[in-house]
């Protein structure tokens, strides 16, 4: 028997989803996702120049193990910003968030580039380098996950898929450019530059594109779908509470999926760095520049695949994804070995391949799993515990991996298992694409 619908849910379907083109909606939440993974990213690129900046007493490999774990320590924070800022979003709305976010981030970016080395500072320099990194776990916990709710909000259920994937655009091409702006410096300045101050440049060179964000989301009017909830007065209150409660499997699956989309795309956004130019020995300024390559054209792809998605459904499209890791990363890994760096290239673009199918609809996943009322504090909750469980990890476990096995393809099976988590779970879910959201 089919369950009727709610006065409710007939009165936010009703709704014209908003006044606002969806182009501007998803573009302007897009880019608050730039930012905040082209400031993730470049830490992650410049670990072996921050390794001798932050921790010059250790060992080459210590070093970039200890850098490799303040990275991770980010992490940590991201669930405590995704309760705080999914409580606020789900109370007070969406935009006050989105500004809230991309302002913090901007701060702390901006003291990271001021900040004393180990030379100047001793061991202050690097408990301020992990105190930085935790406030901006905190902030980055939700922003993300802010901007997929937001645009799942204002974007025509048959569309969803498609304007959903510009967030992760957003993600892919702050992350080329973190990639060329490291390939960039490498070009400019010698080593012992970066190490002496160059490598302050990309962490302020991020204010600017701050201020710009900002700017743009102030314009920005709440989700329609948010407002209906104030004007009926079903606002929750306690919407951790709520979740916890009452929609713990789409949580846990949520949580399972991210696992794996954050442990797959930190092993190209950081990892596959790593492995070519420590471990490899490739030329770290064109390793730099084709990591901006793979991740731009990922980028540009993703509205394609997220198209696709709107068309023929979301659930078997990001299977076949996932299952592609599994085929692909050890191939490609492989062909990287080879010590051929053209053919390395083609094999890292390959390796990016799957990236841009899982990473174009994951968000919008996410959205649909849970009801409006507690949709932003549902994403942040199971997509924060996914980036501690994959993205904290993975770019450790893989260059441990290496160094104790011996075996450089060794982190593709790292990247199996992620995957077949993820393909698990996507079993378990409901495909409801071109479907409204539910309230």
Not at 114 to 126: D, F, M, N, R, S
Request: proline share 5%.
């Amino acid at each position: 028997m089919t369950k009727e619908p709610s006065a409710l849910q007939l009165l936010i379907d009703d709704q014209p989803e908003t006044g606002q083109s969806p182009w501007k909606v998803s573009i302007v939440a897009g880019m608050g996702s730039a930012v905040e993974y082209y400031d993730f990213a470049i830490y992650g690129l410049l670990a072996s120049t921050l390794a001798k900046v932050f921790f010059p007493g250790l060992s080459p490999l210590e070093a970039l193990l200890s850098t490799l774990a303040v990275f991770a320590s980010a992490f940590v924070m991201r669930p405590l910003g995704g309760v705080f800022f999914g409580r606020l979003g789900d109370r007070r709305g969406r935009t006050v968030t989105l500004i809230a976010t991309v302002v913090g981030i901007g701060i702390v970016s901006g003291i990271v580039g001021i900040l004393p080395t180990h030379e100047q500072a001793g061991v202050l320099a690097p408990v301020m380098l992990v105190a930085c990194r935790l406030a901006q776990g905190f902030f980055a916990g939700g922003e993300v996950s802010g901007a997929a709710t937001y645009i799942s909000e204002c974007t025509p259920a048959d569309k969803r898929g498609f304007f959903g994937a510009f967030n992760p655009a957003g993600v892919a091409i702050g992350l080329a450019s973190a990639a060329a702006m490291a390939g960039t410096l490498s070009l400019l300045l010698t080593p012992e530059e970066m190490v002496e101050w160059g490598w302050r440049i990309p962490f302020l060179s991020c204010i600017p594109f701050i201020v710009l964000t900002l700017w743009a989301r102030m314009k920005l009017e709440d989700s329609p779908k948010f407002k209906t909830l104030v004007e009926s007065n079903h606002v929750v209150k306690a919407p951790v509470r709520e979740v916890l409660r009452h929609y713990r499997k789409p949580l846990i699956l949520a949580t399972a999926i991210a696992f794996a989309q954050n442990s797959c795309a930190y092993l190209g956004i950081v990892y596959l760095n790593i492995h070519m130019t420590r471990t490899l020995g490739y030329e770290p300024g064109k390793v730099f520049w084709l990591m901006a390559a793979c991740q731009l054209a990922a980028g540009l792809a993703m509205p394609s695949f997220g198209q696709l998605s709107d068309r023929i459904g979301r659930k078997h499209l990001m299977i076949i994804g996932y299952a592609s890791y599994i085929v692909i990363i050890p191939t490609s890994m492989h062909l990287m070995g080879l010590a051929s760096f053209a053919l390395a290239s083609v094999a890292c673009m390959l390796a990016f391949v799957p990236f841009a199918i899982t990473q174009a609809q994951g968000y919008t996943v996410y959205s649909e799993l849970f009801p409006t009322r507690v949709r932003y504090t549902g994403i942040a909750l199971s997509f924060n515990m996914g980036a501690i469980l994959g993205g904290a990890t993975t770019p450790y476990i893989c260059t441990w991996l290496v160094s104790n096995t011996g075996l450089n393809l060794s982190p593709a099976f790292w990247v199996a298992f992620a995957a077949t988590v993820s393909i698990i779970a996507l079993s378990k879910i409901k495909d409801v694409a071109r479907q409204e959201l539910v309230n």
